[in-house]
């Protein structure tokens, strides 16, 4: 039987780090079986859903390279979900509730009293005169439900603690159990790998199971993403969304890599292409351990994948990330680009970095991290004109050849190198470290290095 799997977001926010890791261990689960991968957007709760988030959950799983062999939406399917639950109701596996929101809302805490249950056929005309029912599964009272768990093996719950629920509200859109059990048992579900918050609607979901004589998949609940505190990943450990760390910079081989990693391991690599994931992954690889949510295994796999990056790649991704950031005016040319980044490349663990770290190659409104002290600018009053006449004599702009002659002038004022290099630097840079020096002349070209000279003296 050939594997088919889901990723089921609910459109009610942007894609989050656990949700994304989700869709990525069925994604690569599915592509490493030859199996089908099915996107289903399970938008029935109408109030809480919205497009925006539906098309920014699409966006970045493009961007992590996710693709979906079918694509579903709830909110197309509500007939099928009504037709399933008459078809419960007039088996006697599901009944019509006709109490109000109050009369709920007195049995709380206590469960519900199964008081529609047995109403007769006049009854029941009668009430449905003044309001429309919902529909609940009848849960035996006695008795346990049990699943095997690919992770966490067979697990246990009483029955006498699942009261008959809701499976279609009075509107006729069906609750969240409902939905998706029709779903997985018309979609072919082999697998359900979700996250182990859903453990506790599994029980539900197996009643829905059974209600219709239909064997459930095999359920593989992964841990939960928790912040180094062993607190469950939330907005109080930084940005927890994957549009967030696109923003600042990350490569999505880097964060697909690192989402990866999250709860399952591969041979002990660490580094790894998406192929590489694909061929590596195994369910049998899966931890049932939590997953420590740590930011610094981010910046190491993100600078490890940019170092992968051949330099016209990163030049690409760089003006795409400009353009995003929509700094585009900045990117003056594509071959000045590829020269910046062939000097930063090494240094730089997110794309924003070269915007940090390089704002010198792009502009005169460079930050700056160091200053000439004043007693040493009248020093270099002396020293620079000179310094600017040789530079502006020079016709081969080549890091070797300003390497040549800058050290000679070094030698012939009797000056210390790593000071005059230093102040140098910080002149043409605003910053303390750069990559080579004379590199980093060459590449911004004679006329800006000579006005900043000139604009440092003053
Ligand atoms: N829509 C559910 C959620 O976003 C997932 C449902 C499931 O995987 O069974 O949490």
Redesign the pocket.
């Known amino acids: 039987m050939s594997v088919r799997v889901?990723?089921?977001?609910?459109p009610?926010g942007h894609l989050h780090i656990g949700?994304a890791r989700?869709a990525l261990f069925n994604w690569l689960f599915a592509r490493k079986e030859q199996g089908t991968f099915i996107l289903?957007i399970?938008d029935t709760d109408l109030e809480r859903s919205k497009k925006e988030f539906e098309s920014s959950i699409i966006n970045d799983l493009r961007w992590l390279g996710i693709d979906w062999d079918e694509f579903y939406r709830q909110s197309d399917r509500l007939n099928i979900y009504r037709e399933i639950a008459e078809q419960l109701l007039s088996e006697g596996k599901a009944y019509e509730c006709f109490c109000t929101k109050e009369e709920l809302e007195k049995l709380r805490g206590k469960g519900y009293n199964r008081r529609c249950l047995n109403l007769s056929t006049a009854e029941k005309e009668a009430l449905r005169r003044e309001r429309r029912p919902a529909i609940r599964l009848y849960v035996p009272k006695d008795g346990e439900t049990r699943f095997n768990d690919y992770l966490h093996g067979e697990l246990c719950f009483q029955n006498n603690v699942i009261d008959d629920f809701v499976i279609l509200k009075s509107d006729g859109t069906p609750t969240?159990n409902f939905s998706?059990v029709v779903d997985?048992i018309y979609m072919k579900i082999t697998h359900?790998?979700?996250?182990e918050?859903?453990i506790s609607?599994t029980p539900k979901?197996i009643h829905i199971y059974n209600a219709l004589g239909i064997e459930p998949p095999v359920f593989v609940h992964i841990p939960m993403i928790l912040g180094q505190d062993k607190a469950k990943l939330s907005k109080r450990h930084g940005a927890t969304s994957i549009g967030e760390y696109r923003s600042m910079g990350y490569l999505s081989e880097a964060m697909v890599n690192f989402l990866a990693l999250m709860g399952a391991s591969y041979n002990d690599k660490q580094v790894l292409s998406l192929e590489e994931l694909i061929d590596l992954f195994s369910l049998d690889n899966l931890s049932k351990n939590p997953a420590i949510f740590d930011i610094k295994k981010l910046d190491f796999l993100s600078q490890e994948h940019i170092r992968r990056k051949s330099i016209e790649e990163l030049t690409q991704l760089t003006v795409q990330f400009l353009r995003e950031k929509r700094l585009e005016y900045w990117t003056i040319d594509n071959t000045y680009l590829t020269k910046v980044i062939g000097l930063l490349q090494t240094r730089i663990k997110t794309l924003k970095d070269i915007i940090l770290m390089g704002d010198y190659f792009f502009t005169e409104d460079f930050s700056k991290d160091a200053e000439i002290p004043l007693d040493e600018k009248k020093r270099l009053s002396s020293i620079l004109p000179e310094l600017i006449d040789i530079l502006n004599s020079i016709e081969d702009w080549s890091s070797t050849n300003l390497e040549d002659r800058i050290r000679s002038f070094i030698t012939e004022k009797a000056l210390d190198s790593r000071w005059f290099l230093q102040t140098l630097r910080i002149i043409i840079s605003g910053k303390k470290v750069t990559p080579s020096l004379f590199e980093t002349l060459e590449v911004l070209g004679k006329e800006k290095v000579v006005n900043r000279i000139k604009k440092g003296m003053n």
Not at 192 to 195: A, D, K, L, N, V
Request: glycine share 4%; net charge neutral; charged share 30%.
């Open positions: 889901r990723f089921a977001p609910s009610t949700t989700t289903r399970e969240y998706v997985d359900i790998i979700r996250g918050d859903h609607n979901q």
